[in-house]
């Protein structure tokens, strides 16, 4: 006789009990939309900011609308809502323009307008594109030191290591309350007292170091944190390690392409020009930092402002590049930071 294995049969049997919950219908936030909204960008302090937002009530009744105006600032990062706030009844399926008007206390500060139904729940949040900015007129730069002793020009590639530290302030708008255009660029002024070699084919640029008898030289390089890939681009994060180093050629050139070339658009290190060597075309200017609304140069999904300032006060770093074509001798030059606007 053949052995057949026992086998025991298991069924597992599962109760799932379904629990429904609703939600009662005054208790659901409210179908409320704001359909868009409007404020200027700039003010000085003793003038009334007016805030414009629309509204639409998707609801088949009419219902209690409540816009919270929140301003945080942008150097305090503390968060306050405008008060009074701005409160409605909106017919059912109607669309109504809100307004409030507010002083604000000087500084920059990003715009939140939160809506909320007669039950105090949020319906509607849209940001401001734009941040406000508070202030007075004002337009100063400030360079320390203002004297550099590089000392011994060493051969190769070297960064000197003190920073020139420039202080800066600016605050000023055009009629449409948009931002007035302006920009820190750095440049020599070296074309009085430079003369090239005698009887070379061409003259070269004037711009980095020039030698004593005005024929040589050295050009300067210069970082600021403005300049070169980010961290997740380049694997140096500047913000935290300063100037990137200047015998990879990654930073001083520029990062390699597939072709083999090198991204010399994409450098850290760059070269500052000067002043003959400069166009009304501001691509041919090394900037620092500035703001232009009307030029996308800068603007990205994270800076829809194209807004390219850095905090005052902000470092530069000089670089230069003896190579071996260098001539022994003594060199000066006058390099000039400029606040620059039209």
Same mark, same amino acid.
């Given at each position: 006789m053949r052995n057949v294995p026992a086998r025991m049969t298991f069924f597992l049997l599962t109760g799932l009990t379904l629990l429904s919950v609703s939600t009662p219908a005054w208790a659901a936030p409210k179908r409320l939309r704001i359909e868009s909204f409007d404020y200027r960008q700039h003010f000085h302090p003793d003038e009334t900011v007016?805030?414009?937002?629309?509204?639409?009530?998707?609801?088949?009744?009419?219902?209690?609308?409540?816009?919270?105006?929140?301003?945080?600032?942008?150097?305090t990062h503390a968060e306050s809502t405008l008060t009074p706030v701005i409160t409605a009844f909106v017919a059912a399926g109607a669309t109504?323009?809100?307004?409030?008007?507010?002083?604000?206390?000087?500084?920059?500060?990003?715009?939140?307008?939160?809506?909320?139904?007669?039950?105090?729940?949020?319906?509607?949040t849209v940001r401001g594109r734009y941040p406000l900015h508070i202030g007075t007129e004002t337009e100063s730069l400030r360079v320390f030191p203002e004297n550099i002793e590089l000392g011994e020009i060493p051969a190769g590639r070297y960064q000197y290591p003190m920073p020139i530290e420039i202080n800066w302030s600016y605050f000023r708008f055009n009629r449409m309350r948009h931002d007035q255009p302006f920009t820190i660029r750095v440049y020599t002024d070296n074309s009085p007292r430079y003369h090239g070699i005698p009887k070379s084919i061409r003259r070269g640029?004037?711009?980095?170091?020039?030698?004593?008898?005005?024929?040589?030289?050295?050009?300067?390089?210069?970082?600021?944190?403005?300049?070169?890939?980010?961290?997740?681009?380049?694997?140096?994060?500047?913000?935290?390690?300063? &100037?990137?180093?200047?015998?990879?050629?990654?930073?001083?050139?520029?990062? &390699?392409?597939?072709?083999?070339?090198?991204?010399?658009?994409?450098?850290?290190?760059?070269?500052?020009p000067d002043l003959v060597d400069m166009s009304p075309d501001p691509g041919s200017w090394r900037r620092l930092i500035g703001q232009d609304p009307y030029d996308n140069r800068f603007v990205v999904d994270t800076n829809l402002i194209g807004d390219y300032t850095l905090r005052s006060p902000f470092t530069v770093y000089l670089a230069t590049e003896a190579q071996a074509y260098a001539v022994e001798g003594s060199y000066s030059t006058t390099l000039v930071v400029e606040l620059w606007t039209p």
């Open positions: 007016t805030f414009t937002v629309t509204i639409k009530n998707n609801e088949p009744t009419t219902e209690f609308v409540e816009i919270d105006v929140t301003l945080t600032n942008l150097g109504v323009v809100l307004q409030g008007s507010y002083q604000v206390a000087a500084g920059s500060y990003t715009v939140l307008f939160p809506l909320f139904d007669g039950n105090g729940e949020r319906s509607d640029s004037p711009a980095g170091l020039i030698s004593a008898d005005g024929k040589y030289v050295i050009p300067i390089k210069i970082w600021t944190l403005n300049f070169g890939p980010d961290i997740q681009e380049s694997g140096w994060d500047s913000t935290l390690a300063g &100037p990137p180093p200047v015998d990879d050629d990654d930073y001083w050139v520029g990062p &390699p392409l597939i072709e083999g070339t090198r991204s010399l658009g994409s450098a850290s290190w760059v070269r500052i």
